[in-house]
């Protein structure tokens, strides 16, 4: 039972460079997020999706932009990269967004560095 | 503006005493409180959760306390073994969007 699954674990880029973090689901859930964690700081919400075709923006969507083609994946898109999206970013997944029953469920993270 | 605040970094207790974390929020439209532990190099895993219109949830050795007129909730873990010596956060849900406080480092010491 994998979960959520994130890839890659760690990625050093320039600054300029794109990449796309992958996330996918196999619990079919509709929901999906994504967060970044800075240091000494809590989860801040990027994106986020209630479903195939449906995404809206979160705290900090600057810089990101996101997809999600299908139940299972919710890539994200970093187009030029700065220093100031170092971070840990986490994907995760719920059935609802009635969270008496549907608490999220977190992938293992990716350490972005932009140096 | 931070919504969910967690206002200490750190918390050291002796093993098998009672840890209390807390955690306020500004925004009264929080309609479901919840509690995440974080292992290193690892997603937060789910602890437990309370809904607005409670102020008392409990499963095993956690319970979390809602005050709504102060805007305070805590997270109360008896008792403490050293293996509960990770990073807790709490969030806030409004319309099942999740709003995290900045987290508190427990460190059980024997």
């Known amino acids: 039972n994998a979960g959520v699954t994130q890839t890659p674990k760690f990625r050093i880029l320039k600054i300029g460079q794109s990449m796309t973090l992958q996330c996918t689901q196999d619990?079919?859930?509709?929901?999906m997020y994504w967060y970044r964690q800075d240091p000494g700081m809590g989860l801040k919400l990027i994106y986020y999706?209630?479903?195939?075709?449906?995404?809206d923006k979160g705290e900090v969507p600057n810089g990101y932009n996101v997809s999600r083609s299908t139940t299972e994946d919710f890539p994200l898109r970093l187009e030029l990269a700065a220093p100031s999206q170092t971070s840990v970013y986490f994907c995760?997944?719920?059935?609802?967004?009635?969270?008496?029953?549907?608490?999220?469920?977190f992938g293992n993270g990716t350490r972005l560095t932009v140096t | 503006d931070q919504q969910v605040k967690q206002n200490s970094p750190s918390l050291s207790v002796q093993e098998g005493r009672i840890s209390i974390l807390n955690c306020d929020y500004t925004n009264s439209m929080f309609d479901y409180f919840l509690w995440y532990k974080k292992y290193p190099a690892e997603g937060p895993t789910f602890l437990i959760s309370?809904?607005?219109?409670?102020d008392k949830n409990e499963d095993g050795r956690f319970t979390v306390f809602l005050n709504k007129s102060a805007k305070h909730l805590s997270l109360h873990i008896v008792p403490s073994p050293p293996g509960d010596s990770e990073v807790y956060f709490c969030?806030?849900?409004?319309?099942?969007?999740?709003?995290f406080g900045q987290g508190t480092e427990l460190s059980v010491k024997p």
């Open positions: 969030a806030a849900s409004e319309r099942g969007k999740l709003i």
């Open positions: 995760a997944s719920s059935y609802s967004r009635d969270r008496r029953n549907s608490p999220l469920h």
């Open positions: 999706s209630v479903g195939a075709g449906i995404t």
């Open positions: 619990m079919n859930h509709n929901y």
């Open positions: 309370i809904s607005s219109i409670k």
